[in-house]
């Protein structure tokens, strides 16, 4: 699986868009971008996944860049709720054999929505 | 419905022992995998069963073994507790048509003294 890059920390004020962004320059044309978050003493949580093409869904869209090198998750009206670790992965969807089910997490970025 | 529930939640064990860890997914979901979450990393991957066998392991010492039982349900059984082995222990299931889409439990925190 593809090595991705994230910043550590971010803000957003309540009510404003996060835009968190992800590097994968290095991802293969069969993976797809997977975004999971983890709030404080919960075990990750799926947002949505893609593979070019921008993907929206009822918690946050996608933007997948065209050279597919980089993606940024939006949310679109952050709340409190959204303070959480944000994890960007990427692997090969459906994959079978010893790559099923695993993830390979990194770091993630620590989003922090303010009052 | 209920999601991939975890028990027990916390744990206190000393080293040199033995701990069971156990994991319910969802209904329907045939895949169950394991993660180790250390204090400020991302999780890892341990295991991965689907169908009642091993499909894939982390790289972690033989000390870590597990299994799925026919209804699904699997069991983390780690021996010989190192200090190191503290740790939140996460499992997640999936419905296996797509293996990256997972759905986590709450996890287990274990703490090896």
């Known amino acids: 699986d593809a090595k991705t890059t994230q910043p550590p920390s971010m803000d957003c004020a309540e009510g404003r868009a996060a835009n968190l962004p992800c590097n994968h320059s290095t991802i293969s044309g069969n993976e797809y971008v997977y975004w999971y978050r983890q709030i404080h003493s919960q075990g990750p949580q799926y947002i949505i996944h893609g593979l070019k093409n921008n993907e929206t869904n009822e918690m946050a869209s996608l933007i997948i860049t065209e050279d597919r090198k980089s993606s940024t998750l939006i949310l679109p009206h952050a709340t409190l709720r959204d303070t959480a670790v944000y994890y960007c992965i990427v692997r090969v969807a459906g994959a079978g054999g010893t790559s099923y089910g695993k993830l390979t997490f990194g770091q993630g970025t620590i989003l922090t929505v303010h009052p | 419905d209920a999601g991939v529930t975890q028990s027990p939640t916390h744990l206190i064990k000393t080293r040199g022992q033995h701990v069971t860890l156990r994991c319910s997914p969802i209904s329907g979901h045939k895949s169950v995998s394991w993660y180790q979450q250390v204090l400020g990393q991302g999780p890892q991957f341990i295991f991965q069963?689907?169908?009642?066998?091993?499909?894939g392991r982390g790289n972690f010492p033989d000390r870590f073994s597990a299994r799925q039982f026919p209804n699904y349900s699997s069991e983390l059984n780690v021996n010989a507790l190192l200090l190191g082995d503290s740790a939140l222990y996460l499992c997640?299931?999936?419905?296996?048509?797509?293996?990256?889409?997972?759905?986590f439990g709450s996890g287990t925190q274990l703490s090896v003294l």
């Open positions: 997640a299931s999936s419905i296996g048509t797509d293996g990256g889409k997972l759905f």
């Open positions: 069963y689907y169908e009642k066998e091993e499909r």
